[in-house]
T-cell receptor, first 114, second 116 residues
């Protein structure tokens, strides 16, 4: 049972344009969502998070949107830079019921072309 | 400051052998997590330690897997009688778990385990 799904295994965008990475979830108990970026041979690096009481959180070039009714979140990167090329993982936790353990999506490989 | 460290970075072992993987969390972090990433898969939760509470072992795939956290700091993940399907990158993370702050997990670089 895949509770967090990233349906696009890869995404390619031009430098300077917007990158939009999508994530869907099924568990209505999830109340905290995070995005991680991962380079090869490194551990995931935290990017940005959002609590279920919000619908948007912005940090520099990164913005996360949460649509609870659709059980959907997205990460917008604008403007995209070649250094953003990495695998992006969406993750969620249900802190009230399952503590802080994270459930991850399968990841999306983002390639930003110069 | 120092992040989460893991050792070894790579481990190749023969089927049936036992292996131990080590994690040093960020100093002061009360929570420690183990995940693994198999080839082409997302990260899979294994076990979670929070302070002095009993660990959440619900993600361990079999009784060949065990973990301990001594002194509330360093953790060791042990896999007994390794099988080829245990081959994966094993990732450790730690967090502060302060309810006033976001409990963001910070990951180490991982240990790549290959079982021949």
């Amino acid at each position: 049972d895949q509770q967090v799904k990233q349906n696009s295994p890869s995404l390619s965008v031009q430098e300077g344009r917007i990158s939009i990475l999508n994530c869907d979830y099924t568990n209505s108990m999830f109340d905290y969502f995070l995005w991680y970026k991962k380079y090869p041979a490194e551990g995931p690096t935290f990017l940005i998070s959002i609590s279920s009481i919000k619908d948007k959180n912005e940090d520099g070039r990164f913005t996360v949107f949460l649509n609870k009714s659709a059980k959907h979140l997205s990460l917008h990167i604008v403007p995209s830079q070649p250094g953003d090329s990495a695998v992006y993982f969406c993750a969620a936790s249900a802190r009230e019921t399952s503590g802080s353990r994270l459930t991850f999506g399968e990841g999306t490989q983002l390639t930003v072309n110069p | 400051g120092a992040g989460v460290s893991q050792s070894p970075s790579n481990k190749v072992t023969e089927k049936g052998k036992d292996v131990e993987l080590r994690c040093d969390p960020i100093s002061g972090h009360t929570a420690l997590y183990w995940y693994r990433q198999s080839l082409g898969q997302g990260l899979e939760f294994l076990i979670y330690f929070q302070g002095n509470s009993a660990p959440d072992k619900s993600g361990l795939p079999s009784d060949r897997f065990s973990a301990e956290r001594t002194g509330g700091s360093v953790s060791t993940l042990t896999i007994q009688r390794t099988q080829q399907e245990d081959s994966a990158v094993y990732l450790c993370a730690s967090s502060l778990l302060d309810p006033r702050l976001t409990d963001t997990q910070y990951f180490g670089p991982g240990t790549r385990l290959t079982v021949l």
